[in-house]
């Protein structure tokens, strides 16, 4: 399987036509007809619906692009990391982190760093740690931000001490928004949405205690911006990390602290023994000193 004959699927896929497609890659489409059909036949698999007047994919072809669309990611990003010279730092430091209060942290790391390394950039994902831990595996990104708990196995990393408080999110008209707190009782009957991943769930599990299971969980959400839309529309009240949300118009959302507090740290991390390019070293080297000082 050869990449340029990926480039040409996806180029298809995308204008889900093969004549489209052969026009902006400058090809014949016989040969275009040809090379993806040599594609199929090497794996096995039919990848084009090619009945009526578009280019669909099958199931197959879906699970193809999203591979592809790894595959040559991961291409640029090896070539960025041979680029550059000796005199000069360039390339890439790509991040991938959820919506938490200590991307402020992540923030202060990037200043300094950019100052140092101006030709530097920095590509940020924004992606639940499930997501990102499994794109950090892949390569796809060097450095990822976690809210804890999270196994820091085969893991370096710095911690940033409960840096999230948890709240519970909701209208300003809301009733509960004359209250500076919100304790357990007044969440017992409320629609509820919580985090999606099980082991923040585990986490609120013990902060409830026995009566978790008598909770109403109406949603889940693994990200906290649609959770905050819903709650602005009135369907739930979001418990989750302050977050980014603390920034959100407060005519249009507001925030309370639970009571008793609960809090969760946070880790900036990154693969242990693994060979990097000199602008994710020296973001690494950034990341140490700033954990000297916090």
């Not at 730092?89 to 200043?111: D, K, M, N, S, Y």
Request: proline share 4%.
């Amino acid at each position: 399987m050869e990449l340029r004959v990926l480039r040409y699927f996806l180029t298809v896929a995308k204008k889900q036509s093969f004549t489209k497609a052969a026009e902006q890659l400058h090809i014949t489409q016989p040969t275009l007809s040809r090379q993806l059909a040599s594609l199929e036949e090497e794996l096995g698999t039919r990848l084009f619906c090619r009945g009526g007047r578009n280019i669909t994919l099958t199931e197959e072809g879906l699970l193809l692009k999203r591979r592809a669309l790894e595959i040559l990611d991961l291409e640029d990003k090896i070539l960025d990391e041979f680029n550059g010279n000796d005199n000069e730092v360039e390339g890439v430091v790509t991040i991938g982190c959820g919506e938490f209060a200590a991307v402020e942290h992540l923030a202060r790391v990037i200043g300094s760093f950019k100052e140092k390394y101006p030709l530097v950039q920095i590509a940020l994902h924004t992606a639940t740690d499930d997501t990102t831990l499994d794109m950090m595996n892949k390569g796809l990104i060097d450095i990822g931000v976690f809210l804890e708990p999270i196994s820091t196995e085969n893991l370096e990393y710095i911690r940033i001490g409960d840096s999230d408080q948890w709240v519970v999110g909701m209208r300003p008209d809301d009733p509960l928004a004359k209250r500076e707190k919100i304790t357990k009782d007044d969440l017992y009957q409320l629609p509820l949405i919580l985090p999606e991943r099980l082991g923040i769930q585990s986490e609120l599990a013990n902060w409830f205690g026995k009566d978790f299971d008598k909770l109403n969980i109406a949603y889940t959400s693994n990200l906290g911006t649609n959770a905050g839309v819903l709650a602005m529309s009135g369907l739930g009240y979001p418990v989750s990390i302050e977050g980014v949300a603390k920034y959100w118009r407060k005519e249009l959302l507001v925030q309370r602290k639970l009571f008793p507090e609960i809090k969760s740290s946070t880790v900036i991390a990154w693969r242990r023994n693994i060979p990097y390019a000199r602008p994710v070293q020296h973001f690494i080297e950034e990341l140490s000193i700033y954990s000297k000082f916090q």
